[in-house]
């Protein structure tokens, strides 16, 4: 079938919650993938930050049919030695504190869920009862009812209202910060880069300032790392320059780049304070932590470390940006390792923005990105991309942004 009679397809078939989908990906190789029409992308989003390792990695497919030859799924009243081997992997590669324990979800949403049921115990049991949860403006943490309650944008949360209560915003300033914390604060949820708001970093000190204030207040700190975590910003956690050792967060949730395509997620609990709040018939999940997930997890990491993809990240995440910095059509570059966002000069050029018009150029041209807003691309590419990749991108944008904006 042609890749527009499987389009037809998908509208006919699936519920249209993504709109329609823009391309049928068949197969892919690296960082390229091929459409139904025998088309090939160099992809700069992998899959939104989270094929870390590309497509097709020989590490990556041995595990996943390997353990699939042996055992897929057992139920959670079973462990099994591809979990155990995550979850010290884990705890070792995040230099997790003694103590700190691992809960696996399916998904970054799910581990956010779980962390704010954890923030809820923790506050039901405090005397008095500590009834508030801060997030940040502008943060995004899930599309599921608790993770929604904590998501800035309106849009999402509004056709489903009322959610999960007693969650306040605030601007992720540390005057702010400082101004929401109080002894009736179950606990505050950041991420240290907000993907979904166009690669933005929190300010420099407030993750620090965010440790001081909720350990004082005896509030659960839990920084969401779905998106930034496991390798993306060149390290394993961005939050890593403020937080860890003595001043580790209650809480991190990891997915994304975890599975390195497959779909796992993780709670971890970094403090005895955290550790000790859900016990057994507390929280659950049928597939958390499966073997086959598990394994894909473990493949990843050891991919990432044997093929020093925490320094290719970094390097091609400053070829990238020193690329953009110095492109005529760009106003502002962010971000670290390969989460990087680019905002147009000419944004308004384009009805509904430049950004979506300059993504479906790109695409026509065998690249893709996506866009955060009307004028904000974002780029989030395999940890394995190459130089002469980058530089391939980085020659054809400037025709791009000019095909788009002259147009």
Same mark, same amino acid.
């Given at each position: 079938?042609?890749? !527009? ?70 139920? !959670?009243?079973?462990?099994? %030695? ?8 884990? $705890? ?15 998904? &970054? ?15 039901? =049991? ?45 601007? %992720? ?34 993750? =620090? ?66 550790? &000790? ?12 932590? !499966? ?20 320094? !290719? ?6 070829? $990238?940006?020193? &690329?953009?910095?110095?492109?005529? &059509? ?5 971000? +670290? ?18 950004? %979506? ?24 590419? %395999? $940890? ?6 980058? +530089? ?16």
């Amino acid at each position: 079938m042609t890749q !527009n009679e499987l389009l037809t397809e998908y509208r006919k078939d699936l519920l249209g919650v993504f709109g329609d989908p823009s391309l049928v990906l068949t197969e892919g190789r690296g960082c390229r993938v091929t459409d139904a029409d025998g088309g090939t992308y160099l992809d700069l989003l992998g899959g939104i930050a989270v094929n870390a390792l590309g497509y097709a990695h020989p590490r990556w497919v041995q595990a996943v049919a390997d353990q699939a030859g042996r055992l897929a799924h057992v139920s !959670n009243f079973f462990t099994t %030695p591809p979990q155990l081997s995550l979850a010290h992997k884990l $705890l070792e590669i995040l230099a997790a504190p003694e103590g700190s324990k691992v809960f696996f979800t399916n998904s &970054g949403t799910e581990a956010n869920e779980a962390a704010l049921k954890l923030v809820r115990s923790h506050g039901n =049991a405090a005397t008095p009862h500590k009834s508030r949860v801060l997030a940040l403006d502008h943060g995004f943490h899930g599309r599921t009812a608790g993770a929604l309650a904590v998501t800035w944008k309106e849009a999402y949360r509004a056709p489903f209202q009322p959610l999960p209560g007693g969650v306040e915003f605030i601007e %992720p300033t540390l005057e702010a910060l400082d101004r929401a914390m109080g002894d009736d604060v179950a606990g505050l949820i950041v991420e240290p880069v907000q993907g979904e708001a166009g690669v933005r970093p929190l300010p420099e000190g407030f993750l =620090a300032q965010a440790r001081r204030l909720t350990a004082d207040g005896d509030a659960i700190l839990v920084v969401d790392e779905v998106q930034s975590g496991m390798g993306r910003t060149g390290r394993w956690l961005a939050s890593g320059d403020e937080l860890g050792g003595e001043n580790a967060p209650d809480v991190i949730t990891l997915a994304k780049s975890l599975g390195g395509g497959f779909p796992i997620g993780a709670m971890i609990t970094m403090t005895p304070q955290a550790t &000790g709040v859900l016990g057994p018939g507390n929280h659950g999940t049928t597939f958390g932590g !499966n073997p086959l997930a598990t394994a894909a997890g473990s493949a990843t990491i050891e991919a990432i470390e044997e093929e020093g993809l925490l320094e !290719n990240a970094r390097s091609m995440g400053e070829l $990238l940006v020193r &690329g953009l910095s110095q492109m005529e &059509g760009i106003d502002e570059v962010r971000g +670290e390792g390969l989460l990087i966002a680019a905002d147009l000069s000419r944004a308004d050029a384009v009805d509904g923005g430049a950004a %979506p018009a300059v993504v479906a150029e790109a695409r026509k041209r065998g690249f893709i990105l996506n866009a955060t807003g009307p004028a904000t691309l974002r780029l989030a590419p %395999p $940890l394995i991309i190459t130089a002469s990749e980058v +530089e391939e991108f980085l020659q054809a944008l400037p025709g791009i942004i000019d095909a788009v904006v002259d147009a």
